[in-house]
């Protein structure tokens, strides 16, 4: 009995030696990313892990790999991770806001629930950004704006920006129309 009693002893101080090396590491993690104290239960920026699939929605012809995915209890919240600084106004910038909206729309037909908010961390700040009724139908409008095009024979550029041409992954296809 009494070696029965020392080898359960030295399990349990071995779990809980485990438990308390996982819990600083996890604190640690989230003091170096910034992000809220949850139970992360995706992510796609550590290179050193092997990468997670991205969440798909067959539905709506959407896939995408949200930076984290947190489990904050009642809701699964999606983390996009920026490295730019938050705009001077003090609100995301719109491409983000659309971007993050997404991961929000993927988590709701993934987990079968819709997440209230998600986050926006930019390099020196965290944003929480609602996830609204208008938020959602403007995604989903640009959704199918998108689809739209993609079925086109021709799309009108949407601008005059010739920065956004040198950037542009398509600008091949603009000919004699590209503006740079």
Same mark, same amino acid.
């Given at each position: 009995m009494g070696v029965a009693l020392v080898a359960l002893t030295l399990i349990i101080v071995i779990?809980?030696?485990v438990t308390y090396v996982v819990w600083q590491r996890a604190a640690a993690a989230q003091r170096v990313t910034g992000l809220p104290r949850a139970k992360v239960v995706y992510e796609d920026m550590c290179s050193a892990l092997?990468?997670?699939g991205p969440l798909v929605s067959e539905a709506r012809r959407l896939v995408g790999?949200?930076?984290y995915l947190l489990d904050e209890g009642d809701y699964i919240i999606p983390v996009e991770v920026k490295s730019t600084s938050l705009p001077r106004s003090g609100e995301p910038y719109p491409g983000h806001v659309l971007q993050l909206a997404?991961?929000?729309l993927l988590v709701e037909d993934v987990y079968g629930k819709r997440p209230p908010y998600g986050y926006i =961390?930019? =390099?020196d700040k965290m944003v929480r950004?609602?996830?609204t009724d208008e938020v959602r139908m403007l995604l989903l409008r640009t959704l199918a704006d998108m689809q739209a095009a993609l079925e086109a024979t021709s799309v009108v550029r949407s601008h005059r920006d010739p920065w956004r041409c040198a950037r542009c992954g398509l600008a091949y296809a603009c000919g004699r129309e590209r503006l740079m």
């Open positions: 779990w809980l030696a092997p990468p997670e790999k949200p930076d997404a991961y929000c =961390r930019y =390099r950004v609602p996830y």
